[in-house]
């Protein structure tokens, strides 16, 4: 019987840099990086595209039922297309999916139909998967967990200095107020505050403790 793949669980609030870090993990370890929220992402998109308002909870609902995700990987990076439609950046990053992207997550049936695609992906790759509830509620399991934090002020900092117009207080206070699956610190997470780190720095200090942990 060969061994279950290695789970690497990265979760952390927006513009946190957990996206950069969980690449560079990925690539350390020669699995495969996830970025979970391009999934939520994808079908927020998926759902404005359909002319669906968000807020009608019933046709998102609906249109859920009726979508297919496709999760692959490409260089070592995971790749979602939704109805057909391979994403790229340009349709991720919109600013209409950075507005209904934290409102579209909370719904509880989206998460169940998410969850169990990056269950299921992750059965035959390893993944460092990043996003929110990766550690709390999609692989609780792993020994694997990490936390990275910034502060607002760095963080709203970082995605201003990549051009893109985001909400990051507003998505922070949906996506850690919500019913279903909060954004919260696991018990037995490496919290890591990037405030003041370089990236090589957060980096090393990830792949130092998954790799004690491994012994
Ligand atoms: O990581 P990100 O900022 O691209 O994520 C976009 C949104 O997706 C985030 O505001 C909340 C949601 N999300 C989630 O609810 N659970 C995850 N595991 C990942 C993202």
């Not at 070592?76 to 991720?92: C, F, N, Q």
């Not at 692989?139 to 936390?147: E, G, R, V």
């Not at 370089?198 to 012994?215: N, Q, Y």
């Amino acid at each position: 019987m060969s061994a279950s793949p290695l789970i690497i669980a990265i979760d952390g609030p927006a513009a946190s840099g957990k996206s950069t870090v969980a690449k560079r993990v990925a690539a350390a370890l020669g699995i495969v990086f996830v970025n979970s929220g391009a999934m939520y992402r994808a079908f927020t998109w998926w759902v404005l595209e359909n002319g669906i308002d968000p807020a009608d909870t019933a046709a998102v609902l609906d249109l859920l039922a009726r979508t297919e995700f496709t999760c692959g990987e490409e260089n070592g990076v995971g790749t979602i297309a939704v109805g057909g439609v391979p994403m790229t950046r340009s349709e991720l990053a919109s600013t209409g999916v950075n507005g209904a992207v934290s409102p579209i997550s909370a719904i509880p049936q989206v998460r169940e139909r998410l969850v169990a695609e990056q269950r299921r992906y992750a059965t035959d790759h390893g993944v460092a998967m990043e996003g929110r509830d990766i550690g709390s509620v999609v692989f609780p399991d792993t020994p694997h967990k990490f936390y990275i934090d910034a502060s607002p002020e760095v963080r709203e900092a970082r995605r201003r200095a990549e051009g893109i117009d985001d909400s990051i207080a507003k998505r922070d206070r949906i996506d850690s107020s919500r019913k279903t699956s909060p954004l919260v610190i696991p018990d037995d997470a490496v919290v890591v505050d990037s405030s003041e780190m370089g990236v090589d720095e957060v980096v090393e200090t990830v792949l130092a403790a998954i790799l004690g942990r491994m012994g």
